[in-house]
């Protein structure tokens, strides 16, 4: 009886992690992928390799051939499709963000002590309507003004959505730190509170873009980013 590959998922933080990973391979074209199980040298497995922005992800087919054992064992996995060339193709096309194969990615830091908060602007972004379908947002979160800080330090922005009231750090003090301390006059600041006509004076005062009042809706925040990012929704219609 025919018995269907075991699927291994492997995320990748962006493209050129991915294009990095395959090309280190296409010589050998086998992969090392660590998993929460051993299995039998033999099992057909397909590999589901996946990136923010990915329009489908990559599936590839291989064979485990080898097994380290430990807490999470290592598979040394030999790639039975594609072919050398095929894979070469492949990572050409993620190098030079074939938009048939990649969305423009629009990384956006979510700042807010409320997880419930955090998690709707992040699912939303990720499903709104009134989005071009070749756009995706990459959404990070801090619940506090200094985790932010960290984050905004550590890596590249297109976007910061700010609660005003914060713990540690509030919100303004995280957006007059990011404007004169690490002099990023050009990032979009979107700051959302409760505390109306006072907490839209402390956000825009420290240099936020535009005040969203909360509670929030998700139109107004998707309508806010076609704004910023020029976003014509019938773009990747096609």
């Known amino acids: ?21 395959l090309s280190e391979h296409l010589t050998t074209m086998g992969m090392c992928v660590a998993n929460r199980r051993a299995l039998p040298v033999g099992t057909d497995v397909l590999l589901v390799l996946n990136f923010p922005g990915l329009v489908e ?5 291989g064979v485990v051939r080898q097994v380290q054992s430990g807490a999470d064992p290592l598979l040394a ?3 039975v499709w594609p072919n050398r060339r095929d894979l070469t193709a492949l990572v050409a096309r993620i190098r030079r963000r074939d938009p048939k194969l990649i969305k423009r990615v629009l990384r956006a830091l979510v700042v807010d002590d409320n997880p419930h908060v955090a998690d709707l602007i992040q699912h939303g972004l990720g499903n709104a309507r009134g ?16 985790a932010a800080l960290a984050q905004v330090k550590d ?8 609660d005003v009231y914060l713990p ?7 957006i007059s730190h990011v404007r004169n301390e690490l002099k990023l006059a050009a990032l ?11 907490a839209q004076h402390d956000a825009l005062a420290a240099g936020a873009n535009i005040f969203i009042d909360k509670p929030m809706r998700l ?11 020029d976003l014509d929704p019938m773009d990747g219609t096609a």
Do not use: K
């Open 155 to 162: 890596g590249a922005y297109d976007v910061l959505i700010v």
């Open 57 to 61: 992800p990559i599936r590839i087919a």
């Open 168 to 174: 540690i750090v509030s919100g303004a003090q995280l």
């Open 1 to 21: 009886m025919y018995e269907e590959p075991i699927v291994l998922t492997v995320d990748y933080d962006d493209a050129d992690d991915l294009a990095d990973e």
């Open 219 to 229: 139109r107004s925040l998707v309508a806010t980013m076609r704004v910023l990012f």
């Open 131 to 146: 989005l071009p379908r070749n756009v995706a947002f990459d959404c990070h979160v801090a619940s506090d003004g200094r």
């Open 188 to 198: 979009p600041i979107i700051a959302v509170s409760a505390g109306g006509a006072a």
């Open 77 to 79: 996995i030999e790639l």
